[in-house]
């Protein structure tokens, strides 16, 4: 069995001695970007070292190393580590990206519409990296509670009981072709269901002559 160190030695390089890798698929947003500049100058680089081959060619935090060439810093926290050859060293930069994890959505959202009572959605977006809509979209998700859903599920049931199984109506083919088409991407569990929103919103939507 191989043995590997359980822990890596941290060294401060001069920032202008390391290189980025020329293969890195991993792109940042505008958005994205300046949270980390502004992270940074906010709070130094207290994150994850920068991970170099000997060369000092980048292998994993070529974005860290950016947003602390954008700030002037002079040297920066960096990991020397040898992959056996280019295409493990390839292998590392997608997979060490690849497995950082996910959001959980509603748990994010409970934490930015916490943070949103003192903070403006254009003071998270610079500091968090989402835009402003991503902000207010996970702030109206945060609202949805369990309570609301079977609450809504209930009325739609009520509803659904109310409505008719056989609509008796003349069409063309061709707009029943259309109404078959929304009901495969209108929202209810039955087609009288999916009828009544559609029908619903084109009577809302249509204009009064």
Not at 1 to 17: G, R
Not at 111 to 127: D, F, G, H, W
Request: proline share 5%; aromatic share 10%.
């Amino acid at each position: 069995m191989v043995k590997h160190k359980i822990f890596s030695d941290v060294k401060m390089v001069k920032i202008n001695e390391i290189k980025p890798n020329k293969y890195n698929p991993n792109q940042m947003t505008d958005e994205q970007f300046d949270s980390l500049v502004l992270d940074f100058k906010e709070n130094g680089f207290v994150g994850q070292p920068i991970i170099v081959n000997k060369d000092k060619v980048i292998i994993d935090g070529e974005h860290r190393w950016r947003s602390a060439s954008f700030c002037h810093f002079k040297k920066v926290p960096v990991i020397e580590f040898h992959p056996k050859d280019k295409d493990h060293q390839r292998l590392l930069t997608i997979g060490w990206n690849a497995k950082r994890g996910e959001f959980n959505p509603l748990k994010l959202a409970e934490v930015i519409q916490r943070l949103n009572k003192k903070y403006t959605p254009e003071e998270l977006s610079s500091k968090l990296g989402f835009t402003e809509n991503q902000i207010k979209d996970w702030t109206e998700i945060s609202q949805v509670t369990p309570e609301m859903i079977k609450k809504i599920k209930k009325e739609a049931e009520e509803m659904n009981k109310g409505l008719p199984v056989v609509f008796n109506f003349a069409m063309s083919k061709e707009q029943g072709k259309l109404i078959y088409e929304a009901l495969d991407v209108s929202i209810g569990k039955s087609k009288g269901e999916k009828l009544y929103y559609i029908c619903h919103a084109f009577l809302k939507d249509k204009p009064i002559k």
